[in-house]
């Protein structure tokens, strides 16, 4: 019998580490002003790009800058506010399950769009992004809460991305190809004018 679930045994231990290593929530310290973006995720910045808000939003046809963070199964997947201010708008679009890094994932994945703006009225958009493994999003807030950056508000389960919309004239402050932090990394500045970096 031992012969037969030493193997099942050491493979149940494995899972569970692994359960425990995907899930982890290490401590972040956040950038304290209330003009910075922070990065919501951990993970490859791997597009930027200009984009329209997504459409259910109805937040108009205007592209703004789009910055695109994939996470891979590696990745600390809990997700945190990327500004200081309240949420004005949730809204959940089911979807298919493509790989979070193909650029139609951002069109046909199942999300979790949120708006948030503000004390100045600066209005930001993040967009939790189901992958191909991932198959749960969960998201924390709700209409009209007052959040602070940096602090958690969900976790997207396995690979997948996360899209943050910046205000018309506002410029990323990353490039392709660098990694995020989330709650650590500076996105973008809401009150500089910064040109956009290549």
Request: include cysteine; glycine fraction near 10%; hydrophobic fraction near 40%.
């Amino acid at each position: 019998m031992g012969a037969i679930f030493t193997p099942l045994g050491w493979l149940g231990t494995i899972a569970t580490i692994w359960c425990v290593y995907f899930f982890r929530d290490p401590a972040r310290v956040t950038p304290i002003d209330e003009n910075l973006v922070i990065s919501p995720a951990d993970g490859l910045v791997q597009k930027i790009e200009k984009a329209a808000p997504p459409a259910e939003l109805g937040l108009g046809e205007e592209k703004v800058n789009r910055i695109s963070i994939f996470l891979n199964v590696f990745d600390v997947h809990v997700n945190r506010n990327p500004i200081s201010g309240e949420v004005t708008q949730l809204n959940y679009r089911p979807g298919k399950f493509l790989s979070a890094n193909l650029d139609k994932a951002s069109e046909e994945n199942e999300r979790q769009a949120v708006v948030g703006k503000t004390e100045d009225g600066k209005q930001v958009v993040f967009v939790q992004i189901a992958g191909l493994v991932a198959r749960r999003i969960v998201c924390d807030l709700t209409e009209g809460q007052k959040v602070v950056a940096g602090s958690r508000y969900g976790i997207i389960r396995f690979g997948s991305r996360v899209d943050i919309y910046l205000p018309e004239g506002v410029n990323a402050l990353v490039i392709p190809g660098q990694r995020a932090i989330g709650g650590e990394t500076i996105l973008a500045d809401l009150k500089e004018k910064y040109e956009a970096r290549k």
